[in-house]
């Protein structure tokens, strides 16, 4: 699965609609969609691919249900399995934004590293 390559800022469902809105209307969008993963409780990707001055680049918002208990099992006998049980909020959402640049050279996409960006 793919979906935490990138560099990550935490987002609203609001501020994400408006960056998207501002790409859709000013990029030339390559492709954007809707992906669902049923691990971790329940993954929405939605994204939006475009050509900026930097060149291909992938926007991602992502929504996950946050993490309620951990829960580990194990058993005392030789040889078992331990594992580990996450409980997942059924209403509670975490949400953040994944920023990646495709690379020719890997044929993939690769984290912009948001440390190189100057922030006042």
């Given at each position: 699965?793919?979906?935490?390559?990138?560099?990550?800022?935490?987002?609203?469902?609001?501020?994400?609609?408006?960056?998207?809105?501002?790409?859709?209307?000013?990029?030339?969008?390559?492709?954007?969609?809707?992906?669902?993963?049923?691990?971790?409780?329940?993954?929405d990707i939605d994204f939006v691919e475009f050509n900026s001055p930097l060149g291909k680049t992938r926007l991602e918002f992502i929504e996950k249900p946050i993490v309620l208990d951990k829960k580990t099992t194990y058993s005392h006998r030789g040889g078992s399995d331990t594992g580990v049980e996450f409980v997942y909020s059924p209403t509670e959402?975490?949400?953040?934004?994944v920023v990646c640049k495709w690379d020719d050279d890997t044929d993939d996409w690769v984290e912009i590293n948001a440390e190189k960006f100057y922030l006042p």
């Open positions: 699965m793919r979906y935490a390559l990138c560099v990550m800022r935490i987002m609203t469902r609001e501020k994400w609609e408006t960056i998207k809105g501002k790409v859709l209307d000013g990029m030339e969008v390559i492709d954007k969609g809707a992906e669902h993963y049923d691990e971790e409780g329940g993954v959402k975490s949400a953040r934004l």
